[in-house]
């Protein structure tokens, strides 16, 4: 168990429609990663929030947008859903924004989202 | 570029070593992380790698070397849970902690 949770484990919705997906860091993680996988590819960076503030944007549509709350949990709205959407999305975190090597993204269980 | 090239699929035998090598693109770069993922499950980091040479951890070691773009994880005492994908990720710049991973290797370890 890294500590860091992932709400809802599984998601099907259908195309066109809007979800949100939901993270909490670790106990002290003041940076939140979220992460894109699909079957044919591999973890696909898309937005980083770092204390409340958008940090770093990835290969991020513009149908997805993501924000950082005071208590530092996360959340990523995935809007007109399509079905290529579908795929597992997984928020990481770590205490600072600098690697050193102690420092590493702990990542949460994922949310499967099934788009049909 | 971004790109990180891992080999798609390796098999090993239990008890055995397997190395699993990863190039990248050498411009920028600030440091490698090897994670293992079994399917379905989130990533859980094995090392992280900075500077030129060995890293051990146990059943685990991760090479670097910096000049060359390369990178290797190796596993020895092959045991049947090691069974999962490997996946390579690079930091690149000198002030951002984005990881860009490879599409990972596949392990399977037959008895």
Not at chain 1, 78 to 86: A, K, N, P, V
Not at chain 2, 34 to 45: I, K, R, V
Request: contains cysteine; aromatic residues 12%; glycine residues 8%.
């Amino acid at each position: 168990d890294s500590g860091v949770t992932q709400t809802p484990k599984h998601l099907i919705t259908a195309t066109g429609q809007r979800v949100t997906l939901r993270c909490s860091p670790r106990s002290g993680d003041l940076s939140v990663y979220w992460y894109q996988q699909s079957l044919d590819q591999g973890l696909q960076f898309l937005i980083q929030y770092y204390n409340g503030e958008e940090r770093a944007k990835g290969n991020i549509l513009e149908r997805f947008s993501a924000q950082q709350f005071p208590d530092l949990h996360s959340e990523l709205n995935l809007s007109s859903l399509e079905l290529g959407d579908s795929a597992l999305y997984f928020c990481a975190s770590s205490a600072r924004l600098a690697y050193p090597k102690d420092d590493t993204q702990y990542f949460g269980p994922g949310t499967r989202l099934t788009v049909l | 570029g971004q790109n990180i090239d891992q080999p798609t699929e390796m098999t090993a035998t239990e008890g055995a070593i397997v190395q699993i090598n990863c190039t990248y693109q050498t411009s920028g770069f600030n440091g490698l992380f090897w994670y293992q993922q079994h399917a379905g499950e989130a990533p859980t980091f094995l090392s992280y790698n900075v500077l030129d040479g060995l890293e051990e951890k146990g059943r685990f070691s991760s090479f670097l070397s910096r000049s060359k773009g390369y990178s290797y994880l190796l596993l020895k005492e092959l045991q049947m849970k090691d069974s999962a994908s490997y996946l390579c990720a690079v930091i690149k710049g000198s002030n951002t902690d984005k990881l860009i991973f490879g599409t990972g290797t596949r392990l399977q370890v037959f008895p």
